[in-house]
Nanobody, 124 residues
Framework: QVQLVESGGGLVRAGGSLRLSCVAS????????MGWFRQAPGKEREFVAA????????NYADPVKGRFTISRDNAKNTVYLQMSSLKPEDTAIYYC?????????????????WGQGTQVTVSS
């Protein structure tokens, strides 16, 4: 079993930045691909970004390309999401997820473990 705990969310003004962290426990995630998803009020959960186990491959949703960066530190069992130039439409609960098979999928189904989420609110 893998437990994922997100942190780093908060309230920020449009144009600002935040860095989300996702710490894994229970077992190492060094062989897992990791992803970030988000769910805005009244909307379905959507893909944000994913990274392969080595960090060599990444995948981003179009709305966040050029503004968000996903990275990982396997020694710390942690994945990060650096968010810059934030917009009000980025407001959502952000979830971290782990995929045992190691792809950088933008679909939810491959992901085996999920965190509880962290709230990001961007004011205009």
């Amino acid at each position: 079993q893998v437990q994922l705990v997100e942190s780093g969310g908060g309230l920020v003004r449009a144009g600002g930045s935040l860095r989300l962290s996702c710490v894994a426990s229970g077992r190492t995630i060094r062989t897992y691909a990791m992803g970030w998803f988000r769910q805005a009020p009244g909307k379905e959960r959507e893909f944000v970004a994913a990274i392969s186990w080595s960090g060599d491959n990444t995948n981003y949703a179009d709305p966040v390309k050029g503004r968000f960066t996903i990275s990982r530190d396997n020694a710390k069992n942690t994945v990060y999401l650096q968010m810059s130039s934030l917009k009000p439409e980025d407001t959502a609960i952000y979830y971290c997820a782990a995929d045992l098979l190691g792809g950088v999928s933008d679909y939810e189904k491959p992901y085996d473990y999920w965190g509880q989420g962290t709230q990001v609110t961007v004011s205009s």
